[in-house]
């Protein structure tokens, strides 16, 4: 008996990946559990395991291809697929509970208990308002699949009120098409090469929020010579304990203190909802430069870790977004973004909001100049200073400059007066 093995949801989101590696060939004997694939999604590479037991009969994919969930991968024959594969994931009854009280579903005549589909799965059901029992399945053993879930949506009668001025009214905009290119080869050599997946993810995100926000920018420096000194005194032991004391770490924590006081920038606004919708949780995503592209993992719970925590968190993320570790769950939930060019020497720079949250937070290199201070006796006089620069991107539908101001001063008070982190831990 021959079965098919289909590319798996792998997450919230996730729609498509980049084969990395293929662990088997025809042929060879496999285990359940066995790693037989490795596929880069936008989120995260993952080591996919053999639901089967038996042997590979037929691999339809390599390193490079791009396939979507529900895409055959590979069959296999006197394939005995587990039980854990087939059966409906612990959450299945609760969440197919909450469907039902959650969301207006097209109602099916037929149940005969839950239906065999992941959580993220699920919650795209709800979100669209479809009854699994209604989907048709493709996934093995009867599994429904988040494209199940797509294909069934599209094919419904398309609502009343889905018209163009609906759309206009909810503030999205329409899809980009992008001009044929000439063909560069007709003036000298070119090189191709394909956007891989974490590229290809953060083009569609840039382009996303960039489209749906209006950005507003404001500068500012913050004299961070004091700050410096503490975190010279410290990284050495920090280090040694596992951790990296960083700008960005105080600048996190700086952060969170901001985001108490000014709510509406730990928020997100829905528009079609018509409401703001506040996080009463911290999560800041930290931009790291990996070889893989940008990769944004998230420091939990800010608000409640002291700075010695966050380093430790902060080195581990680093460290496994730049080894293409990062599980799923480290690049989710974020509230709020911190991305430092310092580290490369970047200086003023506006980042892009990281849709749908509503503020960014670019930090550029820390840089010695002349700053005139007052001395106690009240005159002026001309110092050597470490001014880092800041720039503050935010969603002007939830927030004024006035507001933005506010918010990044105190920031920079915060970043100017280490003793402030005391009173924050």
């Not at 080591?47 to 994919?61: D, L, M, Q």
């Not at 059901?125 to 048709?136: I, N, Q």
């Amino acid at each position: 008996m021959s079965r098919a093995f289909k590319l798996p949801d792998l997450g919230e989101g996730v729609h498509e990946g980049e084969v990395l590696a293929v662990h088997v060939s025809v042929g060879q004997a496999v285990k359940e559990g066995d790693i037989i694939l490795e596929v880069e999604t936008d989120k995260a590479a993952v080591e996919i395991p053999s639901p089967f037991t038996g042997t590979v009969a037929e691999v339809r994919v390599k390193p490079g291809d791009t396939v979507k969930v529900g895409d055959v991968m590979m069959t296999f024959s006197n394939g005995e697929e587990s039980e854990a594969a087939s059966a409906p994931a612990p959450e299945a009854a609760i969440e197919s509970a909450e469907m039902a009280e959650a969301a207006p579903v097209t109602q099916s005549a037929e149940r005969k208990g839950p239906v065999p589909a992941s959580p993220a799965t699920r919650r795209l059901a709800r979100e669209l308002g479809v009854d699994l029992y209604a989907v048709h399945p493709t996934g093995p053993q009867g599994l429904v699949t988040a494209e199940d879930v797509r294909r069934h949506a599209e094919s419904r009668p398309a609502s009343p009120a889905a018209t163009p001025e609906t759309v206009a009214s909810t503030d999205m905009a329409p899809p980009l098409v992008s001009p044929d290119l000439p063909d560069f080869s007709q003036w000298g050599p070119v090189a191709i090469e394909p956007r891989r997946s974490v590229r290809k993810a953060t083009a569609r995100q840039m382009a996303l929020a960039w489209s749906q926000i209006p950005h507003v920018s404001n500068q500012g420096e913050a004299d961070v010579t004091a700050l410096e000194a503490l975190r010279q005194r410290h990284a050495a032991q920090v280090k040694k304990d596992g951790g990296r004391l960083t700008l960005t770490v105080f600048a996190a924590k700086a952060a969170v203190a901001a985001l108490k006081r000014f709510p509406r920038f730990n928020a997100s606004l829905d528009m079609a909802g018509e409401q703001i919708i506040y996080k009463q949780y911290y999560h800041v995503g930290v931009a790291v430069d990996s070889p893989r592209g940008l990769i944004v993992p998230v420091l939990k719970d800010v608000n409640r870790k002291s700075i010695r925590e966050l380093s430790l968190d902060f080195a581990g993320l680093v460290d496994r977004a730049r080894e293409g570790q990062t599980p799923l769950e480290e690049l989710q939930g974020a509230t709020f973004t911190i991305t430092n060019a310092g580290a490369v020497g970047g200086g003023h720079f506006a980042p892009i909001i990281n849709y749908p949250q509503v503020a960014i937070l670019g930090l550029g290199r820390a840089r010695l100049k002349p700053v005139v201070r007052t001395t106690p006796g009240g005159a002026p006089q001309i110092t050597p200073r470490l001014m880092m620069p800041l720039v503050l991107s935010f969603d002007h539908r939830i927030a004024d400059g006035a507001d933005a101001i506010r918010f990044m001063q105190t920031i920079i008070a915060m970043l100017e007066d280490p003793e402030q982190f005391l009173l924050e831990i």
